[in-house]
């Protein structure tokens, strides 16, 4: 544990599930006149290092967005480094996040993915699965319309099949399609680089999280950052339509 902020600090409000759209790679390259992959390979560094705070401080679940739906758009040589990238992560980091107990599980339409970095997924997949430290979920190609398309999708074939009827479509149903149905919804959104927008992220899971932007860009985003993020989810006040006077008497109850 670092002599920044400590676990017991935080005691009941340490948020169980963390989401973060890590933006901003592209900027920091090209304000160090690089080539835009330099970025993400530094991303791959604070990937790191948010990895093994969110570890400490006993965060049960980091789902991190590293390549949205429409990152296809992307020039094709920055498409392909970023797909280099990704395998070589996995085979650099799998050994080492199984050591620390990491569960890790890769969400988003996998099918497009070239066959060699599926095969890495499964592999770093299937080496953690018996885990039970924190889960280390990675979207990639998800889309958050796409995830939710899915799950209409599933449960029309359930129809169909004559196994449930269309009245039992509920939002607890659909909500048991989605990709991240077993885990506990994010209580904390944070998005860096600057821009205040989901991008097609967690559409559904993000109903009622906390969202926090800042304008460090993501190669920059440390565990020093990543504490500020968590000491201002510490003041807030999370109402869930109720009042502010309710949530007080429920807590001191
Ligand atoms: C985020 O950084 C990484 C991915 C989308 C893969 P960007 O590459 O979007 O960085 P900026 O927004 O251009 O600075
Ligand atoms: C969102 O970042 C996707 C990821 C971080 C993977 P983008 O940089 O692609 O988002 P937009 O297109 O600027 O909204
Ligand atoms: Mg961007």
């Known amino acids: ?69 429409e990152n296809w758009r992307r020039p094709a040589q920055e498409v392909g480094l970023l797909m ?25 339409d996998l099918g497009r993915f070239p066959g ?22 990675i979207a990639a190609n998800y889309g958050g319309r796409w995830d939710i398309t899915q799950a209409l999708q599933a449960l029309a074939w359930r129809i169909e099949a004559g196994e449930i009827h269309a ?8 909500q048991q399609h989605l990709c991240l149905a077993d885990m506990p919804e994010p209580d904390l959104f944070i998005r860096t680089g600057g821009e205040q927008r989901i991008s097609n992220f967690l559409l559904w899971q993000l109903a009622y999280s906390e969202l926090y932007f800042t304008d460090i860009l993501w190669p920059d985003f440390n565990r020093d950052e990543l504490d500020a993020a968590l000491q201002w989810f510490a003041r807030r006040q999370r109402r869930f339509g109720r009042t502010g006077e309710q949530v007080e008497r429920i807590k001191s109850a």
């Open 1 to 69: 544990m670092s002599e920044g902020v400590q676990a017991q600090e935080y005691y009941g409000k340490i948020p169980r599930h963390i989401a973060i759209i890590m933006d901003g790679n592209g900027r920091w390259a090209r304000r160090r006149h690089l080539p835009r992959v330099a970025g993400h390979r530094a991303g791959v560094e604070s990937v790191r290092a948010i990895v093994r705070r969110c570890g400490e401080l006993d965060v049960k679940v980091l789902t991190l967005f590293a390549f949205s739906s």
């Open 84 to 108: 280099e990238l990704f395998i070589r992560a996995l085979q650099r980091e799998s050994r080492k996040l199984n050591e620390n107990k990491v569960r890790l599980r890769v969400i988003g």
């Open 167 to 174: 009245g039992d479509v509920s939002e607890s149903l659909i």
């Open 116 to 137: 060699k970095l599926r095969n890495e997924i499964d592999k770093a997949e299937a080496l953690t699965r018996d885990n039970t430290g924190l889960q280390l979920v």
